[in-house]
């Protein structure tokens, strides 16, 4: 029997598309091996968000070819997509292929074997149209599963490679993605994460129809309990999505939307289409609509020509709005993008010196978010054994407002949907304590 194994650089998406290619070899008969063993295949999907990005996957590139010198090398993922040239001229490589045509890989290892010459299988991405079907009707892990709706981006904010990467914005179509949504029920899912480069602006390429009407039929999709929305642009937060969130039963308390920046100054630098006010008044009504709602968000600092006065903007902004948690990069160029060759470049010290001001207040916006909830019941999808403390019998898994809480549990309740009493709060865990499963007709067995 044959064997592959796959090692996955970058972000959800990516990891969606890992676990699509997988299901393609798995129908060859291929049996799948830890990355770091001996396997007749290599598959490695690569990122290139960044110039580390960029370096790291030529590491892990390198490091297939030390483990099996014979093995086929398969690149695949964003960084393939941008730098073919490069990546086929690393040793060893046998075949790349970018962000599309990933069902092809199969045939292209075939042809190897065959013809023994590289093959260079990426296309211009800018073309393409189409949104590539790449099923996964179930996840090695076994609690939360991503459905991928949409690909590309038509952004092109100054600090992002991302739209050459990937394209164009480019829908799936919603039967499809009904039908993956049903096909992660039956294998058992009670949770799906709706994922994409831009996963907002889903629809935006189809005439009448949107994320708000795609939401109305997934609150269809039977013994499905929660949809999470992996992120979502504050200028794709629409009124009719505003609405549906309103009235669903299944939408969760938590949105990841990107802030990038709490300043208008910099926002226009960095090519982004909203301002300030616009995302001000958007929270307000997402916080009415759902009460209790949990705000993550990304913020780039030290963008080019940042000032003090503009990182206080966002400082306070954040502070001002309550957001639960943060992802703080401190900017980093990005070879090929208007950012890289913008004058005033921020220096590091600086940089590294409001990153850490940053983190500190996420730190303690999510304890006092956390605070909130001390003593509440919440519904909670135990997904692991608490790793910190193996053989306490104690679990952990995510809230629907996306608090981590730890309480006695087991295996049994792995990936079903249980009442948790928050017993005490806190960051980055939350302890609790076991109430009740709930059942399928929503009642609740003690």
């Not at 580390?52 to 892990?60: A, H």
């Not at 800018?126 to 939360?144: G, N």
């Not at 307000?284 to 949990?294: D, H, M, S, V």
Request: charged share 30%.
């Amino acid at each position: 029997m044959p064997s592959v194994a796959f090692h996955t650089l970058g972000c959800k998406v990516n990891h969606y598309e890992t676990e699509a290619i997988w299901q393609l070899f798995e129908k060859e008969g291929y049996e799948k091996k830890e990355f770091e063993s001996s396997a007749d295949v290599y598959v490695i999907n690569t990122c290139t968000v960044t110039n580390t990005g960029d370096k790291k996957s030529r590491q892990i590139i390198r490091r297939a070819v030390r483990k099996n010198p014979d093995a086929v090398i398969c690149v695949t993922g964003c960084y393939a997509q941008t730098s073919p040239a490069e990546v086929m001229g690393i040793e060893g490589v046998d075949i790349v292929v970018g962000t599309q045509s990933r069902s092809k890989l199969l045939e292209y290892i075939e042809d190897f074997k065959k013809e023994r010459e590289p093959i260079n299988g990426v296309g211009n991405i800018m073309k393409a149209r189409v949104y590539e079907e790449l099923d996964v009707p179930s996840f090695t892990d076994r609690t939360r599963a991503s459905l991928k709706i949409q690909e590309g981006c038509n952004n092109f904010c100054t600090f992002c490679i991302i739209p050459w990467a990937r394209g164009l914005m480019r829908s799936r179509e919603p039967q499809e993605v009904i039908k993956q949504a049903n096909q992660l029920v039956q294998a058992g899912y009670k949770e799906i994460v709706l994922t994409g480069i831009h996963t907002g602006g889903y629809g935006e390429d189809m005439k009448d129809y949107s994320l708000a009407k795609l939401l109305l039929e997934l609150e269809k999709v039977e013994g499905l309990k929660r949809i999470r929305i992996s992120s979502i642009e504050a200028s794709q937060i629409t009124d009719e999505v505003i609405a549906v969130i309103n009235q669903s039963t299944k939408v969760v308390r938590h949105l990841h939307i990107p802030l990038q920046s709490g300043s208008d100054t910099v926002l226009k630098r960095m090519r982004r289409k909203y301002t300030m006010d616009f995302f001000a008044e958007r929270l307000e009504r997402l916080k009415e609509a759902l009460p209790g709602l949990a705000v993550t968000s990304d913020v780039i600092v030290g963008f080019p020509g940042e000032t003090e006065e503009e990182f206080m903007e966002t400082y306070n902004f954040i502070a001002r709005h309550k957001f639960s948690e943060l992802h703080v990069f401190p900017y980093s160029k990005r070879t090929g993008t208007p950012a890289a060759r913008m004058e005033e470049q921020v220096d590091e010290v600086v940089k590294n010196n409001r990153v850490h001001r940053l983190i500190e207040l996420s730190n303690q916006l999510a304890k006092e978010y956390a605070s909130n909830f001390e003593g509440q019941i919440l519904e909670v999808i135990p997904e692991e054994h608490d790793k910190d403390n193996p053989g306490s019998g104690f679990y952990v898994g995510y809230s629907d407002n996306y608090l981590k809480v730890k309480f006695p549990a087991n295996d049994d309740l792995i990936g079903q949907l249980v009442k948790v009493k928050v017993t005490k709060a806190g960051y980055p865990y939350n302890e609790g304590e076991f109430v009740a499963v709930v059942t399928e007709e929503n009642k609740v067995i003690v």
